[in-house]
């Protein structure tokens, strides 16, 4: 069992294990005690995992009611997070109670959310069942839902009280989800660890589980200097910017992973334009994220990139915090004026 402890504003846990999923009844029990539990997830996750969990929480003689909703990014919107909150008020949830978010960052984001607001917060446990979502989205305390107007509109800062991870989830993942997993995973070595870099290299499914460990802890240490993401937090965003402004071109059918990846790229060939970075960082990085089945090349123009970037709607002031890798394992943040964003991102395609 390897464990990473979070020292944010809670400080929590995160154990991962091959395995670990029939004993989660157990370490739920062991930080909460005896309370009533609300799982959280979705339909894919419920038909694979939601059993093996209901089993554990019964061999602990913990009560416990479900709530299910369709798989993908569509479920992670208001009516889902209203009948969430009222699902548990009916079943009298208290404040002495917890959520667990069983799945993907859909069903994390979405849980955690309603754990922020039911009766001004309660605790909540990440079961996280994506790779994604067991390197990201599951510590850190971000939650969210999506709104017309764009994506994690709505949400609130609530960190989990426990991250219970089995990587043998993963057998299950199909491909491409595992692969836009990996594009976060990269980017952990990117940002400041060029030891995990090196690790990828090697195969990132022969070394899950020390792989996990690493970019949780990686994410654990940038947490706990900006919690509420307002300076090094805005690190993780590597490949981010440009990765939303091609999510938002392609009406979201680019997938998040993909768009990322190809952000990843630009962003080291913007670094390598300016003598930041070497030309054998920059070949090792596109090869590095070529191997996961990644893409590496923007469909869309510097124009349409840069248009997209300036209209996101979380975007404040004239600037644009940009991530620069000046090296691998070796990111800062550039300020970029909104009016040079295109020339910049020209330097990158
Ligand atoms: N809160 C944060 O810090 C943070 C960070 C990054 C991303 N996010 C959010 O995370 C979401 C993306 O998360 P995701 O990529 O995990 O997507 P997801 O939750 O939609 O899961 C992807 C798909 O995989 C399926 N799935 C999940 N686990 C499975 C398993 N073990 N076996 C087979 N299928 C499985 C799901 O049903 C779904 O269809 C986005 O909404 C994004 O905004 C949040
Ligand atoms: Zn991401």
Redesign the pocket.
């Known amino acids: 069992m390897k464990t990473v402890t979070v020292n944010a504003s809670v400080s929590y846990k995160i154990l991962i294990e091959k395995g670990l999923l029939k004993n989660a009844g157990k370490y739920i029990k062991e930080c909460f005690g005896e309370v009533k539990l609300c799982i959280v997830t ?4 419920d038909a ?2 939601a059993s093996a969990v209901e089993a554990a929480l019964t061999s602990e003689q913990l009560p416990f009611i479900k709530f299910v909703i369709p ?3 569509a479920s ?1 919107n208001a009516e889902n997070l209203v009948s969430l909150l009222e699902l548990m008020a009916e079943n009298r949830l208290t404040r002495a109670d917890a959520i667990i978010a069983l ?7 979405l849980a ?1 959310f309603a754990a922020g607001i039911y009766l001004r917060g309660i605790r909540f446990v990440q079961i ?6 067991m390197v ?9 839902i ?1 709104l017309k107007a764009g ?2 509109l709505a ?1 609130v800062f609530h960190q989990p009280s426990l991250v219970l991870c089995d990587p043998n ?6 491909s491409n ?1 595992f692969s ?2 990996c594009a ?1 995973v990269i980017k952990y070595g990117i940002i400041n660890d060029r030891e995990l870099f090196d690790t990828l290299k090697l195969g990132i499914r022969e070394n899950i589980e020390e792989i996990i460990e690493r970019c949780v802890s990686n994410k654990a240490h940038i947490v706990e200097l900006d919690e509420f993401d307002n300076g090094t937090r805005q690190l993780l965003n590597l490949g981010h910017t440009v990765g939303h402004a091609i999510e938002l071109c392609s009406s979201f059918t680019v997938s ?2 993909s768009a990322v990846a190809i952000g990843t790229v630009i962003a080291t060939k913007i670094a390598y334009s300016l003598n930041l970075c070497t030309k054998t960082e920059l070949d090792e990085t596109v090869a590095l994220i070529s191997a996961q089945g990644l893409p590496t090349r923007s469909p869309y123009s510097a124009s349409q990139l840069a248009k997209a970037a300036t209209a996101d709607k979380k975007r404040s002031g004239d600037t644009i915090n940009f991530v620069i890798p000046y090296g691998i394992g070796n990111c800062e943040l550039m300020k970029i004026k909104v009016s040079d964003l295109e020339e910049f991102i020209m330097k990158g395609i």
Do not use: C, F, I, R
Request: proline share 4%; glycine share 22%; net charge negative.
């Open positions: 979705d339909d894919t996750v694979l995992y798989h993908g990014e992670k799945g993907g960052g859909v069903v994390g984001d955690g996280p069942t994506t790779l994604l979502a990201d989205s599951s510590v850190g305390g971000k939650t969210a999506d994506k994690n949400g989830a993963l057998n299950t993942l199909p989800v836009d997993g976060e998040h992973g």
